[in-house]
């Protein structure tokens, strides 16, 4: 059974940083693409990031490109989404989410997601 | 990155079919086989529901079916029931330099 638990939410202040992981068990981590999608309260899924199987190829929404870094340890089972300069529109649950394949093709599987809130 | 175009609403009685449209470019729905679809129930976490445009995962009624043409997707239900009320939410590979994924808005299906 393929399970995704992530990690790491909180309350943080605006212009601070924060790690989120993602544990992967049930399936062989590194034979697949991996993404964080979030959704703000109330609102719709949106893309974060995503990374193939290998590190090889990586993408970030424009809302998030230079401010966020996605990487994953394939020894450890693990995916990571470290957050800098939060903001207030950051605040949403974040979920890490498996692939169907190796470079990114659709999500199959989802986790039970990690809130992060911004807020002074 | 534009989200795909989906309609805010749709609603049907208990057993009518209904469809929601996913309206993106050629860069996107258009120019590539990896639509998929989500459902997503109040305070739970989205669910595989149509990946490929058109394929059904293990375990999803085959009331649910989807489709393409050009530019715009759809998922259809059919012989709805209560439970498949919910968030519908589609999403596509979109070409680029990098990595890029996109969704729709979500449409909430209402069943009378």
Partial sequence: EVQLVESGGGLVQPGRSLRLSCAASGFTFDDYAMHWVRQAPGKGLEWVSGINWNSGTIGYADSVKGRFTISRDNAKNSLYLQM?????EDTALYYCAKDKDYDPRGIDYWGQGTLVTVSS | QS???QPASVSGS???SITISCTGTSSDVGGYNYVSWYQQHPGKAPKLMIYDVSNRPSGVSNRFSGSKSGNTA??????LQAEDEADYYCSSYRSSSTLDVVFGGGTKLTVL
């Fill in chain 2, 14 to 16: 208990p057993g009518q």
């Fill in chain 2, 3 to 5: 989200a795909l175009t």
């Fill in chain 1, 84 to 88: 800098n300069s939060l903001r207030v």
């Fill in chain 2, 74 to 79: 759809s998922l259809t239900i059919s012989g």
